[in-house]
T-cell receptor, first 112, second 118 residues
Framework: TQLLEQSPQFLSIQEGENLTVYCNSSSVFSSLQWYRQEPGEGPVLLVTVVTGGEVKKLKRLTFQFGDARKDSSLHITAAQPGDTGLYLCAGDDETSGSRLTFGEGTQLTVNP | EAQVTQNPRYLITVTGKKLTVTCSQNMNHEYMSWYRQDPGLGLRQIYYSMNVEVTDKGDVPEGYKVSRKEKRNFPLILESPSPNQTSLYFC?????????????????FGPGTRLTVL
């Protein structure tokens, strides 16, 4: 059973559309990270959120950490083909100690 | 350039033939880790190391060994590979362990090693 559930698993949209991907868990996380992975490469860290309710913006990307620190969302405004990739969330579960757990990922395709 | 390098990038081998995947980082990071990535299962941690001579099991350590004799290198050893170890492997490093990191710390991943065990 995945500790972190990401949804949707696959998302195909047109350039210019907005989208939101979700990362949910029944566990409380001390912090949560979002990564983007492109084919043939390793994941690249986009952001880390540490405070419940925290919102961080990275250009057209908005990341939110849930108030209870059990979930997070990534919203992309006016998606571009360059946003295409696998988006992964990862968190350190307060009960599992020294572990960073990854979700399965959301494969995003932005069509021109 | 700050980077994590892995070798080889691609490897096809046969069951039981010992192999080593090397990982090296040039950022003087204390923390290093190995993950495997499989469809439908995401990234799962195999082993990690908090510093030289300090290693610990991750979520899926069976069939793997690691060593950390120097700060920059963290090789992954498969003593007797089996087909269920066919996967995409990533090495990663960060200044300190990700679970104690602040928003200013970054975990860097290598480019990956695609391993096929026949």
């Amino acid at each position: 059973t995945q500790l972190l559930e990401q949804s949707p698993q696959f998302l195909s949209i047109q350039e210019g559309e907005n989208l939101t991907v979700y990362c949910n868990s029944s566990s409380v996380f001390s912090s949560l990270q979002w990564y983007r992975q492109e084919p043939g490469e390793g994941p690249v860290l986009l952001v880390t959120v540490v405070t419940g309710g925290e919102v961080k913006k990275l250009k057209r990307l908005t990341f939110q950490f849930g108030d209870a620190r059990k979930d997070s969302s990534l919203h992309i405004t006016a998606a571009q083909p360059g946003d295409t990739g696998l988006y992964l969330c990862a968190g350190d579960d307060e009960t599992s100690g020294s572990r960073l757990t990854f979700g399965e990922g959301t494969q995003l395709t932005v069509n021109p | 350039e700050a980077q994590v390098t892995q070798n080889p990038r691609y490897l096809i081998t046969v069951t039981g033939k010992k192999l080593t995947v090397t990982c090296s980082q040039n950022m003087n990071h204390e923390y290093m880790s190995w993950y495997r990535q499989d469809p439908g299962l995401g990234l799962r941690q195999i082993y990690y190391s908090m510093n030289v001579e300090v290693t610990d099991k991750g979520d899926v350590p069976e069939g793997y060994k690691v060593s950390r004799k120097e700060k920059r290198n963290f090789p992954l050893i498969l003593e007797s590979p089996s087909p269920n170890q066919t996967s995409l492997y990533f090495c990663a490093s960060s200044l300190i362990a990700p679970w104690v990191s602040t928003s200013t710390d970054t975990q860097y991943f290598g480019p990956g090693t695609r391993l096929t065990v026949l």
